[in-house]
């Protein structure tokens, strides 16, 4: 009995209650991590009744997952009982249903985002739930879904454009016009104020930020100025707004700055278009410990222009393949974008990146074959540099002796003013120095880093005009230095430093790395073409070829005029070379053939080996088959040939039809291109491409004009990500090391995509940000 009358007061839950109670406390979500993909999606009713509106909020706004790419680039399925292969047209997201569909790639089923937002509890709908499969009967079920005007459908719809106006809601309607006059100008104001330190990737809060702070953030005291400046401004913020409506609170800056980082991503990928692009990846640890990978994406745009945009950072807690990859798709599934629409991966030479049987490389290209790798060229060329300061002896005696003579140098801060007062009494004994900004500036020898682009180059240049101070530096360690072994240390450098051998060395790894130099920079260009980059490389490999046959004499001149100036004893080149490890022994060799043969040529032939080796791409058929496009020399290098073979290495870019057709436009095309004179002393395809676009060309050989983008897109190097790592130290710092994901990854696409950023409307940014979320006031 008293276990009847326990179980008769026990509380049991009615049928078709949702999972979310409206008593339990409400889990935080992060709005930013919300799924994507529609067949990822948990049921909008397991989700906290206080919480649901924020999140139908966020995905109107996103709107309809709808990945973007060619109708190629969807599998084929057979459905029902024909042996037709039918797959999902991406044009319908363009016709009268495109507001509400949806596709999923994983599922390879459609979708309808207000159905699923505003499903009622017991409906059985499958565009809300599992998805739908109806390639061979589409409009009679996107019809029937639809329905008629009091349908579902059609009543989520309406929920869905009441949700957003936030003018119907009652609040809003109780608000007075001079309310909302106030509001605006508070809004209006904190929005440009936030555009102005985006731009300079300033922080906005500061350590202590209350009243009594002398200086509470750039945010807050850039206001206070905003009102001194405006008297009309300063009756509306700060102190003289309400307490719950400052519009300066540390999420208001947060949503402000992620409405900016929206605005100039919806500029690019309106830049992009439909269009295939390349994938630009890199990973790089922050000041907070955190891996980060940098997404860039490289395209033609609608002019002819080659353009590198940065599309985000992604916090990744390991940098195994599978694990980029999985970020890559969420990345790719958050903004639309489509892994069949990749022409191109451009990485480093890490193995989880571009490794053979597990790579990234390899993951991606297992679902795209046309996403073709180029393993960056500027990371190339650091590792011939490398290689040859390891292989060679002397070099890398070289090369460690001037790592020694950075780290005498450098141990104290006396020694550098030391340096930096020798330099300034070495310009004012020169008569003949220039005078003016950006001359003539304070110089300091630089560390040079295996990692670090152009660090060797820059360490000599600088070692070569502070030789003189640097010996006077070494002289005053050894005589003033309180241990004997800083004394023996800067006397060892200064023998080192006084030979003959070292200058060699010196002047020759200066001429040979300024060569490299000159490939290195080019290389790091956003709209640098790869066939450009090739030919760059075969050009670097020949001057160092003719340097080699030619240099000696000249190099020789320049070791000879340096010595004379700094005192150094030369050693007569007709003399028998005497080999330092056993002086007694005959070399039966002179001086002469010793540096020549054993140093110059030897080190010579190691770099333009080493070139050979690790420029492998120069000799692939895709590029072979693409230096047919090149302009140069009246198109001197077309092959019909070759460019049929090249439209059938991508074969998601040309159907049968297509390619039958190509073979007739590239006949009047070169016959074409040959007889305008405006095509004459084109330098190469990004010029050939821009040219195309300006004459309207572009339109008569469409076909052409494909293949020219293709070659345009393929990467060369990666520069942008390295660049973006650049920008990302500048905006978390040691003192913002505690900035949340979310907010670095909106800070830095305003910072480095400044050009959009400057295009940003204010009144857009205010809009975007009304619709985020319930606000208190109205603009």
């Not at 159905?115 to 061979?136: I, N, P």
């Not at 639809?146 to 309607?173: M, T």
């Not at 009594?212 to 807050?220: M, N, Q, T, V």
């Not at 890199?282 to 994406?297: F, H, T, Y």
Request: net charge positive; charged share 25%.
């Amino acid at each position: 009995m008293q276990k009847n009358i326990s179980s008769f007061f026990q509380r049991q839950p009615p049928p078709n209650i949702e999972s979310s109670s409206s008593t339990s406390k409400p889990l935080k979500i992060v709005l930013d991590d919300l799924p994507w993909d529609p067949s990822e999606r948990k049921p909008i009713s397991s989700y906290h009744p206080s919480q649901k509106d924020e999140i139908r909020r966020t995905y109107l706004l996103r709107g309809p997952c709808q990945p973007k790419g060619k109708k190629t680039d969807f599998p084929q399925t057979l459905i029902g009982n024909s042996d037709k292969l039918r797959r999902f047209n991406p044009k319908w997201y363009t016709e009268k249903h495109g507001n509400w569909l949806e596709y999923s790639v994983k599922a390879d089923r459609v979708y309808c985002l207000y159905c699923y937002l505003f499903k009622e509890s017991g409906q059985k709908d499958a565009f809300a739930s599992e998805g739908v499969q109806c390639w061979h009967r589409k409009e009679e079920r996107f019809e029937i879904h639809v329905g008629k005007s009091n349908s579902f459908h059609n009543r989520a719809v309406q929920k869905g454009e009441d949700l957003l106006k936030e003018a119907q809601s009652i609040p809003a309607v109780q608000k007075k016009p001079e309310q909302n006059k106030e509001y605006r100008i508070r809004l209006s104001t904190s929005v440009i104020l936030a555009k102005g330190l985006l731009n300079g990737g300033l922080p906005f809060r500061g350590h202590d930020e209350s009243e009594a702070s002398l200086y509470r953030g750039h945010f807050i005291e850039f206001l206070k100025l905003f009102a001194q400046i405006n008297e009309e401004i300063a009756k509306y913020i700060l102190s003289n707004a309400p307490k719950n409506c400052q519009m300066t609170a540390p999420s208001i800056q947060k949503d402000i700055c992620n409405c900016f980082a929206e605005e100039v991503l919806k500029m690019i990928f309106e830049e992009l278009g439909d269009d295939v692009f390349s994938l630009l990846v890199d990973e790089s640890r922050d000041i907070s410990k955190k891996e980060q990978m940098a997404v860039v994406l490289r395209f033609v745009d609608k002019l002819g222009f080659v353009k590198e945009r940065y599309i985000g950072v992604v916090h990744v807690m390991e940098t195994t393949a599978l694990s980029l990859k999985s970020a890559i798709d969420e990345l790719f599934a958050h903004r639309n974008l489509n892994l069949g629409r990749v022409r191109g991966q451009g990485y480093d030479g890490a193995s989880n990146m571009s490794g053979e049987f597990n790579g990234l490389k390899t993951l991606i290209l297992k679902e795209n074959s046309s996403a073709y790798y180029v393993h960056c060229f500027a990371h190339q060329l650091q590792l011939v540099v490398v290689a040859l300061a390891n292989k060679h002896l002397e070099i890398c005696r070289f090369f460690k002796e001037i790592t020694d003579l950075i780290n005498v140098v450098g141990a104290s801060c006396k020694r550098i003013d030391l340096l930096r007062e020798s330099q300034r009494e070495l310009l004012a004994l020169n008569p003949e120095v220039v005078i003016g900004s950006g001359n003539n500036q304070e110089m300091a020898l630089t560390r040079p880093g295996d990692t670090r682009w152009s660090s060797h180059e820059k360490t000599l240049l600088c070692l070569l005009t502070l030789y003189p101070c640097v010996i006077e530096v070494l002289e005053y360690i050894e005589t003033s230095a309180w241990e004997p072994i800083h004394k023996t240390q800067a006397n060892g450098l200064q023998l080192y430093m006084k030979s003959f051998k070292f200058v060699f060395y010196l002047h020759l790894m200066k001429h040979i790395l300024g060569v490299t130099n000159l490939l290195c920079v080019a290389l790091q260009r956003k709209n640098q073409d790869i066939l450009n980059a090739v030919e760059l490389v075969r050009s670097t490999k020949e001057e160092l070829q003719r340097y080699r046959l030619e240099g000696f004499d000249s190099l020789l001149k320049d070791v000879t005029s340096f010595c004379d100036k700094y005192d150094i004893e030369m050693i007569n080149m007709e003399d028998e070379y005497v080999d330092p490890k056993n002086r007694r022994r005959k070399t039966n060799i002179t001086n002469r053939h010793h540096f020549v043969v054993n140093n110059f040529n030897t080190v010579l032939d190691m770099q333009i080996q080493e070139l050979g080796n690790r420029f492998n791409e120069v000799t692939t058929n895709l590029l072979t088959c693409m230096s047919s496009l090149s302009p140069r020399d009246n198109f001197s290098s077309f092959n019909k040939l070759n460019l049929l073979k090249l439209a059938e290495m991508y074969p998601y870019d040309f159907t049968f039809d297509e390619k039958d057709k190509l073979i007739d436009e590239l006949g009047h095309y070169i016959s074409n291109m040959k007889r305008d004179s405006r095509f004459d002393n084109l330098n190469g395809v990004s010029d050939l491409a821009k040219r195309m676009v300006e004459t309207r060309k572009h339109i008569e050989y469409q076909l052409v004009y494909r293949l020219i983008k293709l070659s345009l897109v393929l990467p060369v190097a990666t520069a942008s990500v390295e660049r973006s790592f650049s920008s990302m130290k500048l905006v978390k710092t040691e003192l913002r090391n505690r900035m949340g994901d979310g907010y670095m990854n909106d800070s830095c696409i305003c910072y480095i995509e400044k050009e959009f950023l400057q295009q940003v409307s204010v009144e857009s940014v205010m809009q975007r940000f009304q619709k985020m979320k319930t606000r208190r006031q109205q603009l």
